[in-house]
């Protein structure tokens, strides 16, 4: 079964997305609809931007759910997922890819939610680290025992765990999990704690949105962050979306369910091959790939 993913923040590169705006009219047509909706010219930023310019929250995350989409809808008929998941932003990518949400609809949303997430982490001053090294059931129970706010928001795969929280309770949890025996607890270059419950003015904000946006029957299931399972009804899918921002990314078990349903075929799609990289932790022979570009 043919599986599709979808990267997430921090995917992004200079120039990405200007080989489909050069080379496909349908590409060039829905970059110029993207500038419109969102209003400032991110097909600029996207082509000639520096690598500071793409890191900017409300810049970062459209940039990338644009290169994805778009690359997806240029593929045309070579793009048949049996199956599709995203990588925290990437969800929005993979419910353009399967049809429950029109490009419109999704990038309004990605918009509104990079925006949210900027104002919640300027509310609360936050940070994230990577953890390596450790089984994820130590990492959970030191960050348990930490005072202040710092949880599990990334399993990204087989001994890499990324946490999120406060400043302090961040940085105390990394010097417990290096006498632990962490091969490395590292603070991450990002602007806040995403995806636990600092996030949570960014959560109602999206989730009113969310819950105004129309969202279509999919063509095929959605393995979704925080339910890790195929998901086919959209209300599950919009109760899932929204739960997303607070919840952690579980995806070493979404990679472990597709695999037990039957994927045996794996294709990211969007910039970098990160997600091609983490599946392989998760399971040395699978046949997987990346597509970024066209010719």
């Not at 029109?102 to 309004?108: G, N, S, W």
């Not at 999990?177 to 270059?189: I, N, V």
């Not at 095929?220 to 399972?229: A, D, F, G």
């Not at 998901?231 to 919840?247: G, R």
Request: glycine share 8%.
């Amino acid at each position: 079964m043919k599986a599709y993913v979808f990267p997430g923040q921090g995917a992004q590169f200079s120039g990405m997305g200007a080989d489909l705006y050069n080379n496909s009219e349908e590409a060039k047509a829905l970059f110029h609809k993207a500038n419109e909706i969102l209003g400032f010219d991110i097909t600029k930023i996207m082509f000639e931007g520096s690598a500071e310019d793409l890191k900017e929250t409300k810049v970062t995350q459209p940039a990338i759910f644009l290169h994805s989409v778009i690359l997806s809808k240029v593929l045309g008929e070579d793009f048949k997922p049996d199956m599709v998941a995203g990588h925290s932003l990437g969800e929005f990518s993979a419910l353009v890819a399967n049809g429950t949400l029109d490009f419109e609809d999704a990038l309004k949303l990605v918009h509104q939610r990079a925006l949210a997430m900027q104002k919640a982490c300027e509310i609360n001053p936050s940070t994230m680290a990577a953890v390596l090294g450790l089984e994820d059931e130590i990492v959970e129970n030191v960050c348990e025992e930490i005072d202040g706010v710092v949880v599990p928001a990334n399993y990204n795969c087989p001994g890499q765990l990324v946490i999120s929280g406060t400043n302090e309770a961040v940085e105390k949890a990394c010097e417990v999990l290096k006498e632990k025996g962490a091969k490395r607890a590292m603070l991450l270059p990002v602007g806040g704690a995403f995806h636990s419950p600092l996030m949570e003015p960014a959560r109602e904000e999206l989730a009113k949105a969310i819950d105004e946006t129309t969202f279509h029957q999919p063509k095929c299931p959605i393995y979704q962050n925080v339910s890790t399972t195929a998901v086919s009804d959209p209300n599950e899918i919009k109760k899932n979306l929204m739960a997303q921002l607070t919840a952690p990314v579980k995806w070493t078990q979404t990679m472990q369910q597709m695999l037990t349903d039957g994927a045996d075929d794996f294709t990211e799609v969007g910039p970098g091959k990160v997600l091609q990289g983490l599946l392989r932790k998760v399971d040395r022979k699978v046949k997987a790939e990346s597509i970024s570009a066209i010719t």
